[in-house]
């Protein structure tokens, strides 16, 4: 009888960690599969075609747009031997490239998720011919760019999600009026009329957000802009009054590559206005990359705005600015 009991108790005790396991693993837990190997924005490209990965390769290390020095938008490895190949199974982000003459002419798109490691990304891009894959190299490459920035902000999202400052948007919300969740390393703060600016005040590479709303609800180019500097110009100011943030528009040429750029995004329902540019201080040599949301708060008629803004002379800034980027996307209403 005791012998029973004890296997009983094993059993049991067995079933609840598996089970344990199990849940934790399908959430914020413990993880099933193994860390994927890679900085983000890295993408191992692998197939069989030298031709067709090259091109690929090509359509991935477009210039980042929104940055004051040139980065490519992804780092590229090509894998075009099956020793690489196998090597790269854990790589954050793969892309496959399948050439089958038994392939339709039109190049094809699909992806999996957290495939062999995570977080991962595997994109498998699937045509009958290399000529194929260049007569259609705009659309594919539009595609494929689409596809993994958006998965490297899924990434940050989660561990923002993972891991942020209650504190902070506490001080959003009291000075705003709104919600955004804030990494849990910015810890700086000045608020302003409707206005708040938070930071991790590093000093190699600072990260910046900030948080505003204005009545009215025209989300047109032309008012962004003049919002921007209008509220940055009260609220971010040098070492004296004649010294403020301004946008580098004003300054920029219609046809400047630095001048900002607006897109629209349609993001769980509603509709969200990107601005991204450079930034710069009047009267200082101060200056960076931003990126700003705005969207409509419907129930006040007002328009909220947040941006994110890095000052990292001598660093590079794309991977800085995506991590920051993904902040944005938490950004709504009080209800």
């Known amino acids: 009888m005791r012998l029973r009991h004890i296997s009983f108790c094993r059993l049991q005790a067995m079933a609840v960690f598996t089970l344990a396991v199990l849940l934790t693993g399908c959430g914020d837990g413990v993880r099933l599969k193994p860390r994927s190997n890679g900085e983000a924005c890295s993408v191992v490209v692998t197939g069989t075609d030298q031709r067709a990965c090259a091109m690929v390769a090509r359509m991935l290390e477009v210039e980042e747009p929104g940055l004051p020095q040139p980065e490519n938008a992804f780092d590229v490895m090509i894998a075009d031997d099956e020793g690489l190949r196998k090597k790269s199974r854990y790589a954050r982000a793969i892309v496959v490239v399948s050439i089958d003459d038994k392939h339709s002419p039109s190049p094809r798109i699909r992806y999996e998720k957290d495939v062999f490691a995570e977080p991962q990304m595997i994109v498998y891009l699937e ?198 980027e993904a902040v944005l996307y938490t950004l709504s209403p009080l209800r």
């Open 127 to 324: 045509t009958n011919s290399a000529d194929s894959l260049a007569s259609g190299h705009k659309r594919i490459g539009k595609s494929l760019l689409a596809l993994l920035r958006r998965f490297e902000t899924n990434v940050s999202l989660r561990r923002l999600r993972k891991s942020h400052s209650a504190a902070r948007e506490k001080e959003i919300e009291k000075a705003v009026g709104c919600r955004l969740l804030v990494p849990s390393d910015i810890t700086k703060s000045k608020t302003g009329r409707n206005f708040i600016w938070l930071t991790d005040d590093g000093s190699s590479a600072m990260r910046n957000i900030c948080v505003y709303s204005v009545d009215g609800t025209d989300m047109s180019s032309e008012r962004l802009l003049f919002v921007r500097d209008s509220v940055m110009r009260v609220n971010i100011k040098g070492e004296t009054d004649s010294m403020y943030m301004t946008t580098y528009s004003r300054q920029a040429s219609a046809d400047d590559d630095h001048a900002p750029t607006f897109r629209v995004i349609s993001e769980g329902g509603r509709k969200i206005i990107e601005m991204r540019g450079l930034w710069q201080m009047e009267g200082d040599a101060m200056g960076g990359p931003f990126v700003s949301h705005a969207i409509i708060d419907s129930l006040r008629g007002r328009t909220l705005v947040a941006e994110t803004f890095v000052y990292a002379p001598g660093e590079n800034k794309r991977n800085i600015m995506k991590r920051m």
